[in-house]
């Protein structure tokens, strides 16, 4: 990338090393995050996000070819970096023992703010933040969620045109998740980008518009919550039987249709079976499915079928139940979602083994 293009974007990292000691944390990754977007880093617990975040908010020493954080290399100008972004932690910036306002009125004074345009930026965000009622109230009295917006908002006294929020809903309840997801999308309509940490697949699902997966020191996967889910198979239709005979039904014909093509002419006796069986076969060419990857799973009396959930699959998949007279009480289908992608990068899900029809 060249200079220009790597000052152009929010964060540009090439060949981003940490290691302490002997002990590599991350192990030469790139990142790129266009201006006015957001960027989600997904990992596992200790791989290493909250070590991006704090060499990108300038706070410990790493190696690089490259580290460019809102225009300026944040080898040689940290200065500007720090002037640029505004960095929520893990561990709320929030003293409990003052006031929400007198937190934010801090924060302008850090930023060197004059008396009257320091109460002026605090009036509005305690506002926008919808805190003014409880603004003279000692923070130690908010609900998690209060205090996650003040600390929010604190971030924002500066003006910060990229904003670092590690992992901000940690611990919220739904509601108050929502709620932050608000503030943090109307943070982008304004223009601010946003680098967010998170454990909450659904979170950076809802709202990133890139995420990288961190895993062992690389990024395993980078691309829209979309492109990561295709890199995963995992999709399927899900038939589930409640008449454990009707689900034997549609096994053994599943197991007739792996039979060649010759061995099913023989074993069918009859045209409607010849027929059943063909259809079967048609399927199986049309959908381009191998049977094999058929799943069953005996207890719950279910088939699982791979599938990406697209119109032209489901519609051959009933063209064929409704061949093979196997009436399912449950279709349901199953399209790959982040935890998927998650679980199959970084090799943390252990998934039940399924059995294969045969
Ligand atoms: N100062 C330090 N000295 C030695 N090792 C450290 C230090 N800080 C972090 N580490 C190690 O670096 C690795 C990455 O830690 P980091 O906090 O960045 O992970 P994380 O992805 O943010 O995890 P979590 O989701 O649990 O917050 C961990 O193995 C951690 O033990």
């Not at 659904?202 to 890199?231: F, M, N, P, Y």
């Amino acid at each position: 990338m060249t200079t220009t293009a790597s000052q152009s974007l929010a964060i540009a990292a090439r060949g981003l090393r940490k290691s302490y000691g002997e002990k590599t944390i991350l192990d030469g990754i790139d990142l790129t995050v266009p201006t006015g977007s957001i960027f989600s880093l997904l990992g596992p617990n200790g791989a290493g996000k909250t070590t991006v975040v704090k060499i990108l908010s300038t706070l410990i020493t790493y190696q690089a070819d490259e580290l460019y954080v809102g225009g300026h290399d944040l080898a040689s100008d940290p200065q500007n970096v720090r002037a640029s972004i505004g960095v929520t932690g893990q561990f709320s910036a929030v003293d409990g023992l003052i006031t929400g306002e007198e937190n934010m009125i801090l924060m302008a004074d850090l930023h060197h703010l004059s008396r009257g345009e320091g109460r002026r930026t605090v009036a509005e965000l305690l506002e926008r933040f919808h805190l003014t009622d409880v603004a003279k109230k000692p923070a130690s009295t908010y609900s998690g969620g209060m205090k996650r917006r003040l600390d929010i908002a604190m971030t924002l006294v500066g003006d910060p045109r990229i904003i670092f929020l590690d992992e901000p809903t940690t611990g919220l309840d739904p509601r108050s998740r929502h709620n932050t997801w608000q503030i943090i999308r109307e943070l982008v309509s304004g223009g601010v980008t946003v680098f967010l940490t998170t454990q909450y697949l659904e979170e950076a699902d809802e709202l990133a518009d890139r995420i990288a997966v961190l895993s062992d020191g690389r990024i395993a996967a980078e691309g829209t919550a979309e492109e990561l889910k295709r890199l995963i198979p995992g999709g399927h239709v899900r038939l589930r039987f409640a008449d454990p005979v009707a689900y034997r039904s549609a096994v053994s014909a599943l197991n007739e249709a792996t039979t060649d093509d010759e061995a099913l002419a023989r074993q069918a006796s009859s045209d409607g079976t010849r027929r059943e069986l063909r259809s079967i076969l048609d399927w199986l060419d049309s959908s381009g499915f191998a049977l094999r990857e058929v799943s069953r799973d005996d207890e719950a009396l279910a088939l699982r079928i791979p599938s990406d959930g697209g119109q032209r699959e489901l519609r051959s998949i009933l063209d064929w139940l409704d061949a093979a007279g196997i009436e399912a009480d449950e279709l349901t289908v199953h399209t790959p979602d982040l935890d998927d992608v998650f679980f199959a990068l970084t090799g943390g899900l252990n998934q039940p083994a399924k059995e294969a029809v045969r």
